[in-house]
């Protein structure tokens, strides 16, 4: 919804601050509700049933939310938006709760440990800290640093990307090879 707000404007890069604070906001609501959903599961013991239609959902997340993440940073790039690049994230920390959900689904279906997910959850939100930080500040791996001419090509040298995670080489755990005629 940020993003479509950002480019219904005619001037979409007038938006782009205010759109990075509403990420930052969103990465920081979504830390807030795992982190009270995982303290609260941990603190009231409650022990899930096992859920064969919850495992099926995380895997087709699992599988689906890389694609879409990767396409959201490289039109993020295009358009030398660190808001829509802050929305890939997003939807790739999405990836990882998404993750973090299957395991503990699995866990707890095979092996009873219904500590796992909160616990997961907890990292994730620190992980979700850390993203809604760098969005306020307008940061992120392979952001643009600043908004270019919409027809100047967005680089390597004209992104934030100095921990070379925009590089080839990288090998994250989810990272998706560019297609042909990106």
């Not at 920390?93 to 689904?105: D, E, I, P, Q």
């Amino acid at each position: 919804m940020i993003i479509l707000w950002q480019f219904r404007h005619r001037l979409p890069e007038s938006r782009e601050r205010e759109a990075l604070r509403l990420m930052a906001f969103s990465f920081f609501a979504l830390a807030a509700y795992v982190t009270f959903e995982s303290v609260r599961a941990m603190v009231s013991g409650h022990e899930p049933d096992p859920s064969p239609v919850g495992i099926g959902l995380a895997a087709a997340s699992l599988v689906s939310m890389p694609f879409l993440s990767r396409a959201q940073r490289r039109t993020g790039k295009a358009l030398g938006s660190n808001a829509v690049v802050a929305d890939s994230t997003q939807t790739l920390l999405c990836t990882y709760l998404s993750a973090v959900l299957l395991l503990g689904l699995v866990l707890n279906a095979t092996l009873g440990w219904s500590w796992a997910d909160p616990i997961a959850g907890l990292v994730i939100s620190a992980v979700a800290v850390k993203e809604g930080r760098e969005a306020r500040r307008g940061e992120g791996c392979c952001a643009p640093s600043s908004v270019p001419h919409a027809s100047a090509p967005t680089t390597e040298s004209s992104t934030t990307c100095g921990d070379g995670c925009c590089s080839h080489e990288n090998t994250a755990l989810f990272q998706i090879p560019d297609q042909p005629n990106d």
